[in-house]
């Protein structure tokens, strides 16, 4: 394949369910080569975004183009190009990790033998698996398993990669490994991790969407986002007794517990006092805000105006 | 409390599932077209009522054995969800007793399949009463039927069922599981019912779904009685149910709540140290993944497709259910080939091609073992098409960049590869059992019929499997729907569907018989292949476009997509399937119903209704008599063809001038009557080429004792092929006809009727019995082909080959390279002839009567190779001919010949002078009977007979004639075999022939005067026959046969009736015998013999005093079943024995005399010449008892010899 001028347009996809969820609705994005963070709650329906992306949906409406090609109706040329860590997958438990990661490898067409052993090997010698590599999959931790599967998806170099919460099982260390594994690859493709993990985006992603209830809610580079809504995040610890009155005087977008106590995050334009102190806002404070609805478009210049 | 929930909760969940309902569907289906298809038409024709208790138990173990199959899930799913789906995570470590969660879901699970099963009772009403059956078919409604129905079958195969199919799903975690251990299950208790005996019914033992014990049962008793938990029912009820609850305890102490994971060891450390931190927090860049070539295109994709086809077959071979059960079913194959090697118990010679046909069975053809084999294939068609998706694996595989085509075509080949597999176990499990056996495997021959013939069979059957998991794209409901698509094909006849175009991989059957190889019959394999390729190739496009990839599953989703997917290469793919279809169909349409006539049973059926509504009303016309045939008949084996032309000699032996000459012509496909031409002005003013009818009326009419005759001419040319293939008389090697095909005929032939009562009812002819009554006057006036004629033909043929036809061979010549042959009969023959022509090779022999100066010659043309029978034969032949001269009267002609035919068959036919010889007689090896009996020796024996009884005495056309043909065929030869043999051969003749006895029968049946059946005509008529000649002694039976011979000579009316026997058999009789000949033959009465006590002491010298307490009766059972208990007053042999010599049964006798026994018990003593081991009531078992075993008793010592 050659190479496209590379990026990721998605105008306009709604998918319905039988069941009647709206899982995606009018979604428009512009992904650029680079890494891509598409952050949401669990049923906000970043998943069925990216298995349209993978070719394992189609949208009811809307058209998606990577470079050139026409996701919907080109799904060969975009799985010649394509690596994809489904959320949730499972493996053949009788079969090695070797022995799997060949079989991909064949599907992805490594067609020589030399160059598919050369790759599997300096894949699962990334992965951290090479000690492994001849264990069988039944008896691989849930980490493992995670890694083989980042493994497949990375096979030959993919152009676009698509990993569908790919830390949520993942021990600390190996959530490190995987991102930097991640950060190395997006320096020429488009890599699109969704995930509802803030971090993931904030340490990673140049460039992210939030997404909730099919609709993206904001388009944004995360420094930036987080730039804008300096001076607008307050801070109050106070007691789980005084949160509904507290939630009825003030645009409450977060609220958790700090060592027995409730640690409050406000939204507002100005000090709303009564015992707020400033905060620095980070990017949970952008999510928080964009997810209460104080936060969207209108405060972000550059992105999109339609969402809602 | 915990119980009630599970089982609450399993229950209502499959209730809801749409599959559960779907399986009661399919059985409620079924079980209606049993009744309507099956049943119901019996009933017509007067088996017995279409809802008697019997027949619904029996559409009971049917469905029980559909239901076994296919609803496999239920079990299944019940007893592995949670580990399937991964709920086991949740539900293990649940407070919960493993007999709460067990017992839950097992009650839940039987509670859904006893749902299930009581489809079978609510389709059998439905077809019933709801079905426009007929009153007169049906019984009164009995709630009695349908409760022990439910309570005896229904029931508790639910619980057999689902017992079995749990405890393997639960103990494998698989819900799979089920399904396979059904088809395990099923293949270990057919092997077991080979190894159970053969006879009797024990060996349904081991049918797990029941079995109907109606074989003994009278018609009376079919109609009515209840099937009741008694005898081997009963045992076989216990035994699954004993086989059950051990397995459910098994599965009670084997399961764990344990993660099958946790079983395996714990993965070694995981790498958490910082040292391996800090190396994956740098070491990313460190090591770059190597740049690789991707490339995409035909090359990539056939390699892909190799290695997918590598991967899945050895998924497949490797798993429990592939190599190890595939060498399992071929070693069933091998072991049981020994038994099945056998002609009438007899083993046959382990010939390359007798093993091969009982190696290779059609998909359409029902056969246990095979059965089991496209059941499999259904099995993996479904693993392959689901492996992905349940390892859940197939979110990474459906992104991964391979073409749909190469996904499926991968598995089909995969599936493709191991029926290979399969082929080759089975030809090694052949191969072996064959040299074993002791014969010499043609390697050539197996590769041919199971590489070539069979395994397109098998592939074509893989490709629908595959195609219906594709497009079901559920699993269970896959199979289901696959295993309905075979049903289909194989029983589609069944429901009059017959044209194998529209039978998926039907093709006529093809033979092959070392005889005649193939012969014409693999012509339309071919073409009928080509054809189902076509629309295998058509179903793969389909499969390629409905491939299920991602997570569109809807109907709609899929159809889209498969739009998407149809691309330019993909239609003219598709084109060209559909053209292939066209074009292969049309040519099979063309040959089977253009140059042949398509007839269906029901259209054949339609064409005899007609042929008597027409002319049955001239049967009684007075027609002149044919008195002799001189033909010119030219063979073309290699062309299929053949041409006679003919002269008839026909002479009016009635009373009155004959105006019209009715002549019946040949409606064989393919044969042409021509040029018919009387030697005298005649007109034609009936031509009816479709019933082959024609009415001449003669200008002047023919006076009493004058002659004319009749020119005709035929053809034959094979065209084509029919549905039933191709037309197989005429062959590159075996031909036969005979004039019975082909020939004219003069007058109405009865034999042409419908028989059938059902199929008479339907097309408006009048009721009758399909054997006309023994005492119907006017059937007795009818008897096929009986005149007596002079035969001459020449005969041509190619000159490689030997023609044979019936007379003295005048002259042989060969004229432009084609062989010649002039035979002639020196006596006339009854009119029934037939020609061959083959490569024989030829054993010869001749008789010399002692008186008449009369030399026969014997002439045996066999298969060539085949040497030992024929040997065997040339001398039975002699000494039948001597036996039968002596006692019966002269043998008429100078030759005797037995003609072998190309078949896989054992039987003979035999026509005067020249006897038809099925192949598979020459392969019979009586030395390795195990019974010591010579069956090639008493067969000639019985079908020399013939040449009298049948060919001299020609029997009318009723009830009882093959008491005077087939009968005294086997009395005959039982004294040809104790004269030339001695009294050991015909005591292993008459235990050959008391064999029957132990089929299970009813007992129900008429007198054997009015025998109909080939128990009363082969078994019980000879043994009554002989029970007569031990009580008024053989040479008076035999001058009473001579008499009855005497009375009716060849040619002559009336024809001779059972009846007509029975009076010379009266004459023959003493007054004091006339009870036992009136038992014998003119009731249908069984004794019942009994020794119950043996015991003996010693007198003086070397004599003992035997005493035997004796139980009998005796008692008369009519046609319905009616028994009735007859005071019994009959002189019965004593029988007492020494012992027996190692390896002999019997010891010698010491005492044998008959005694009047009358019934009730009573006490014998005899006087005894030396020291008892046995005594017996009856132990030459004359009287019929078919209990026979109880007829001896050891003897035992009184106190006097204790001391010992």
Same mark, same amino acid.
């Given at each position: 394949m050659g190479k496209h001028p590379l990026g990721l347009f998605i105008r306009n996809v709604s998918k319905k369910y039988a069941n009647g969820v709206q899982a995606l609705h009018n979604v428009s994005l512009d992904i650029p080569p680079g890494m891509y963070g598409l952050l949401g709650p669990n049923g906000a329906g970043k998943s069925t975004l990216m298995r349209t992306l993978a070719t394992l949906q189609e949208p009811d409406a809307g058209e998606i183009h990577l470079g050139d090609i026409d996701v919907v109706n080109q799904k060969e040329a975009v799985r010649q190009t394509l690596g994809y860590l489904p959320q949730e997958f499972g493996v053949y438990p009788k079969a090695s990790a070797e022995e799997l990661l060949d079989y991909f490898a064949v599907l992805k067409g490594l067609t020589n033998r030399a160059e598919r052993r050369a790759t599997t090997e300096a894949l699962l010698r990334q992965t951290n698996l090479w000690d492994k590599r001849k264990q069988k999959l039944g008896g691989y931790s849930g980490g493992m398993k995670q890694r083989f599967g980042v493994a497949v998806a990375l096979l030959g170099n993919p152009q676009l990669l698509i990993v569908d919460e790919p830390t949520a099982g993942l021990d600390p260390a190996e959530r490190v490994r995987f991102l930097n594994l991640l950060s190395e690859l997006g320096e020429n493709s488009v890599v699109i991790l969704s995930t509802h993990i803030v971090e993931d985006v904030a340490e990673l992603c140049t460039r992210m969407a939030i997404i909730n209830k099919g609709q993206i809610l904001l388009e944004a580079q995360p420094l930036e986002a987080v730039a804008a809504l300096k001076g607008y995040i307050w801070r109050k610890l106070t007691d789980k007794s005084a949160l509904p009155a507290l939630e009825q005087e003030h645009q409450i977008i977060s609220a958790k517990l700090l060592s027995g106590r409730t640690l409050v995050h406000a939204y507002s334009p100005e000090r709303p006092g009564n015992g707020f102190d400033a905060v620095e806002p980070d990017l949970e404070d952008v999510y928080f805000s964009t997810m209460a609805g104080c936060f969207g478009p209108t405060g972000q210049q550059q992105a999109e105006g339609q969402a809602r | 409390m915990k119980l009630q929930t599970i089982f609450a909760l399993e229950f209502r969940y499959q209730l809801r599932r749409a599959t559960t309902w779907l399986y009661f569907g399919a059985l409620l289906v079924l079980a209606f077209l049993i009744i309507v298809a099956n049943y119901v038409p019996d009933a017509r024709d007067g088996y017995y009522l279409a809802n008697a208790p019997v027949v619904i138990a029996s559409v009971a173990v049917v469905c029980s054995g559909f239901w076994l199959v296919i609803g496999a899930s239920v079990a299944g799913e019940a007893a592995a969800r949670d580990v399937q789906t991964r709920m086991h995570l949740l539900t293990y470590p649940a407070p919960t007793s493993k007999a709460a969660y067990l017992g839950g879901r097992f009650g839940a699970a039987l509670a859904l399949n006893s749902l299930l099963l009581l489809a079978v009772p609510l389709g059998v009403m439905l077809a019933v009463y709801c079905a426009g059956v007929e009153d007169e078919v049906l019984g009164p409604f009995r709630l009695a039927t349908y409760l022990t129905t439910c309570c005896f079958f229904l029931l508790p195969n639910a619980l057999f069922g689902t017992a079995i199919q749990f405890s393997v799903a639960a103990l494998g975690r698989r819900a799979m599981g089920a399904y396979l251990g059904t088809i395990i299950l099923l293949a270990a208790t057919h092997l077991l019912g080979y190894v159970l005996p053969e006879a009797g019914e024990r060996r349904h033992l081991v049918d797990v779904m029941g079995f109907t014990p109606m074989t003994k049962w009278s018609t009376l008793e079919r109609n009515t009685r209840l099937v009741m938990l008694e005898g081997s029912f009963l045992l076989n009820r216990l035994l699954w149910l004993s086989t059950s609850l051990g397995l459910l305890a098994l599965t009670y102490f084997?399961?764990?709540?344990?993660?099958?994971?946790?079983?395996?060891?714990?993965?070694?450390?995981?790498?958490?140290?910082?040292?391996?931190?800090?190396a994956s927090l740098s070491g990313g860049t460190g090591e770059a993944r190597p740049l690789v070539r991707r490339t995409y295109g035909w090359a990539t994709q056939l390699h892909q497709l190799r290695f997918l086809t590598g991967q899945a077959f050895q998924q497949l071979v490797t798993s429990k259910a592939g190599l190890p059960l595939l060498a399992g079913l071929a070693l069933v194959f091998g072991l049981?080939?020994? @038994?099945?090697?056998? @002609?009438?118990?007899?083993?046959?010679?382990?010939?390359?091609?007798?093993?091969?046909?009982?190696?290779?069975?059609?998909?359409?053809?029902?056969?246990?073992?095979?059965?089991l084999v496209a059941l499999l294939t259904i099995f993996y068609a479904g693993e392959l098409v689901w492996r992905e998706r349940e390892a859940r694996l197939s979110d990474i595989g459906g992104a991964a960049p391979v073409p749909e085509w190469v996904l499926f075509c991968g598995r089909f080949l995969a599936l493709g590869l191991v029926l290979v597999v399969w082929l080759a176990l089975l030809m090694v499990a052949g191969v072996v059992a064959q040299v074993a056996l002791g014969g010499t495997p043609e390697i050539g021959l197996y590769l041919q019929m199971l590489f070539g013939l069979q395994l397109v069979d098998c592939l074509l059957f893989a490709l629908l499997a595959l195609l219906v998991h594709v497009l079901v794209n559920q699993k269970f409901v896959g199979h289901l729907v696959a295993l309905l698509a075979y049903g289909f094909i194989v029983f589609a006849p069944k429901l009059g569907i017959e044209h194998k175009l529209l039978l998926f991989g039907a093709s006529p059957l093809w033979t092959y018989t070392d005889m005649a190889g193939f012969g014409s019959t693999l012509a339309p394999w071919p073409w009928f292949k080509a054809y189902w390729v076509a629309w295998a190739l058509l179903l793969a496009v389909g499969a390629r476009l409905f491939w299920v990839r991602g997570r569109e599953e809807r109907p709609a989703a899929r159809l889209q997509l498969a739009r998407r997917r149809l691309t330019r290469s993909t239609v003219l793919f598709a084109g060209v399937a559909g053209a292939g279809i066209l074009l292969f169909g049309g040519f099979i349409f063309y040959n089977t119903n253009v140059l042949h006539d398509y007839t269906p049973a029901a259209k054949t059926a339609k064409q005899r209704a007609a042929y008597e509504l027409r002319y049955r009303r001239y049967r009684n016309r007075p027609q002149p008599q044919l008195t002799a045939v001189k033909l010119h008949v030219e063979i073309y084996p290699t062309q299929r063809a053949a041409a006679i032309q003919g002269t008839y000699l026909l002479v009016n032996h009635s009373p009155v001038p004959i105006d019209s000459v009715h002549v019946a012509t040949g409606t064989e496909m393919g044969v042409e009557t021509a040029a018919l031409a009387f030697d005298q002005p005649a007109k034609a003013v009936l031509v009816d080429a479709e019933q082959g009818y024609r009415i001449y009326a003669l200008a002047r009419p023919l006076p009493p004792g004058d002659s004319l005759r009749l020119r005709f001419r035929i053809t034959h040319r094979a065209r084509g092929f029919s549905n039933d293939g191709a037309d197989a008389l005429v062959l590159a090697n075996g031909t036969s006809f005979g004039n019975r095909e082909w020939l004219p005929v003069i007058g109405y032939q009865q034999y042409r009727e419908l028989d059938e009562a059902s199929a008479r009812k339907a097309y408006g002819l009048a009721p009758r019995p399909a054997t006309y009554s023994l005492y119907d006057t006017a059937a007795r006036r009818y008897a096929p082909f009986p005149g007596l004629i002079r035969f001459e033909a020449i005969v041509g043929t190619d000159a490689g080959q030997t023609a044979v036809a019936p007379g003295t061979l005048r002259r042989t010549w060969t004229n432009a390279g084609r062989r010649y042959f002039h035979y002639a009969t020196d006596a006339p023959i009854r009119n029934e002839y037939t020609f061959f022509s083959a490569h024989y090779a030829v054993q010869e022999g001749t008789w010399r009567g002692p008186e008449q100066k009369q030399d026969v010659a014997i002439q045996i043309y066999y298969p060539p190779g085949l040497t030992?029978?024929?040997?065997?034969?040339?001398?039975?032949?002699?000494?039948?001919?001597?036996?039968?001269?002596?006692?019966?009267?002269?043998?008429?002609?100078?030759?005797?010949?037995?003609?072998?035919?190309?078949?896989?068959?054992? @039987?003979?036919?035999?026509?005067?002078?020249?006897?038809?010889?099925?192949?598979?007689?020459?392969?019979?090896?009586?030395?390795?009977?195990?019974?010591?009996?010579?069956?090639?020796?008493?067969?000639?024996?019985?079908?020399?007979?013939?040449?009298?009884? @049948?060919?001299?005495?020609?029997?009318?056309y009723v009830e009882g004639a093959g008491l005077i043909s087939e009968s005294l065929a086997w009395y005959s030869a039982m004294g040809v075999v104790e004269n030339k043999y001695g009294p050991e051969p015909l005591r292993r003749l008459l235990s050959f022939l008391r064999e029957e006895n132990e089929t299970p029968r009813s007992r129900a049946a008429k007198p054997l005067l009015q025998a109909d059946d080939f128990y009363q005509n082969y078994r019980k008529g000879p043994l009554a026959l002989y029970a007569l000649s031990q009580y008024i002694g053989r040479d008076r039976v035999n001058g009473a046969l001579r008499q009855l011979l005497a009375h009716h000579r060849p040619g002559t009316r009336p024809?001779?009736?059972?009846?007509?026997?029975?009076?010379?058999?009266?004459?023959?009789?003493?007054?004091?015998?006339?009870?036992?000949?009136?038992?014998?033959?003119?009731?249908?009465?069984?004794?019942?013999?009994?020794t119950e006590t043996a015991t003996a002491k010693p007198l003086t010298g070397t004599r003992w005093q035997v005493t035997l307490t004796v139980q009998a009766s005796k008692l008369v059972v009519d046609s319905a079943g009616t028994e009735t208990k007859q005071p019994m007053k009959e002189w019965v042999e004593i029988g007492v024995f020494a012992a027996a010599p190692e390896s002999e049964e019997k010891g010698k006798l010491l005492y044998l005399q008959k005694h009047l026994i009358t019934s009730g018990q009573q006490s014998l003593t005899v006087t005894v010449p030396g020291k008892p081991a046995q005594a017996a009531i009856d132990p030459n078992y004359l009287l019929i008892d078919w209990n026979t075993l109880d007829n001896d008793k050891a003897v035992k010592m009184t106190s006097q010899v204790q001391s010992r």
């Open positions: - | 084997r399961f764990r709540f344990a993660l099958p994971e946790s079983r395996q060891q714990e993965p070694a450390s995981e790498p958490k140290s910082p040292v391996t931190l800090q049981t080939l020994r @038994g099945n090697l056998k @002609g009438r118990g007899t083993p046959l010679l382990p010939r390359t091609d007798v093993v091969l046909h009982q190696l290779t069975v059609p998909l359409t053809d029902v056969e246990p073992l095979w059965m030992e029978n024929p040997v065997r034969m040339v001398r039975s032949a002699q000494a039948s001919l001597d036996y039968y001269s002596k006692q019966f009267g002269p043998y008429p002609h100078r030759q005797l010949r037995f003609v072998a035919q190309p078949s896989y068959g054992f @039987g003979h036919h035999a026509s005067p002078i020249d006897i038809t010889a099925n192949e598979g007689f020459f392969l019979l090896n009586p030395k390795k009977d195990k019974r010591g009996f010579d069956l090639v020796t008493a067969v000639v024996a019985h079908e020399v007979a013939h040449q009298w009884w @049948g060919n001299q005495l020609k029997q009318a024809f001779a009736t059972s009846l007509d026997l029975y009076q010379e058999l009266q004459t023959a009789t003493p007054d004091s015998l006339q009870p036992l000949l009136h038992d014998l033959f003119r009731t249908n009465t069984f004794w019942e013999l009994k």
